[in-house]
C-alpha cells in the first residue's frame, strides 16, 4: 500500500494465468482442447494495481491497472502489456458476477492484439467457488479492441487460462502494503481481502441460506 500526498491507498498484487488457445476459433471450451492438443499455449504475469482503495471500494466496477507480459510462442514469445485493465466482481446480473481483463499488447511484428478475459461467478454451490475464480475464459482479438468494439472484432483465437494453486499460494505472497505504519499496511489487505470475500458471499452465501431456510421450514 501507497499513501500518496493527496492520502491515497494503493494496493497491489502479482497474479500468472497459464492456458492453451487454439487460433482461427470462437469458442473458448473448444479453443483450450484443439490448443491442448497442438501444444499452442499462452500465459500471462501480471501486476495489478488499485490506485485508490477507497474509490476502489465505493466503484461498482471495481477497476484497476495491471501491468507485465503476456506470453505464446506461437505469437512471437513474451510480449510485453501495453496497457492493461482489470475490474474486480462486476455485477452481470441475479446471482452472477464477472471478473474482467483487457491486454493492449503486440505480437512479435508489431502487429497490435488484445487478450480480452472474463472469470464467471454464478449462483450456486459454493463448492464451485475455486473453478470459477480461477478459470479466464481468453480470447485474442486482432488490433487494440476496447469492450465497446468487441463485438465486431476478429478473433485471432480463443481458449482458457487457469490458476493453479500453487500459483494462487505464490500469488498470496505477492500483496503489498506500503505505510507509515505496520498496521496500517496489513489493515488496507484486510480490507481489499474483506471486500473480496464480500462479493463472494453475495454470490454463493445466497443459496445456503436458502437452504437452512428451507431445512428450518
Known sequence: MKRGAEGRTSVRFTEEMKGH???????????????????????????????????????????????????CEALGGRLPVERGAFNLFVDDGPGRKRMLYRLFFRDGV????????????????????????????????????????????EVVASGILRLRPWDFARQLTTFRAGSTSLAGGVAAIGRFDALFLGQLWQVYGRPLVRGLRGRGG
Do not use: C
Request: hydrophobic share 35%; no cysteine.
Open 110 to 153: 508489431g502487429h497490435p492484439l488484445t487478450l480480452a478475459g472474463f472469470k464467471v461467478v454464478r449462483e450456486r454451490s459454493g463448492g464451485h467457488a475455486w473453478r470459477d475464480t480461477s478459470t479466464l475464459y481468453t480470447r485474442v482479438l486482432r488490433g487494440h479492441v476496447e469492450e465497446e468494439g468487441e463485438p465486431g472484432a
Open 21 to 71: 488457445v487454439s487460433f482461427g476459433e470462437r469458442d473458448h471450451e473448444r479453443g483450450a482442447r484443439e490448443g491442448r492438443d497442438a501444444g499452442t499455449r499462452l500465459m500471462f504475469h501480471l501486476t495489478i494495481q488499485v490506485e485508490d482503495l477507497d474509490r476502489f471500494e465505493a466503484d461498482e466496477m471495481r477497476g484497476a491497472s495491471a501491468e507485465g507480459w503476456v506470453r
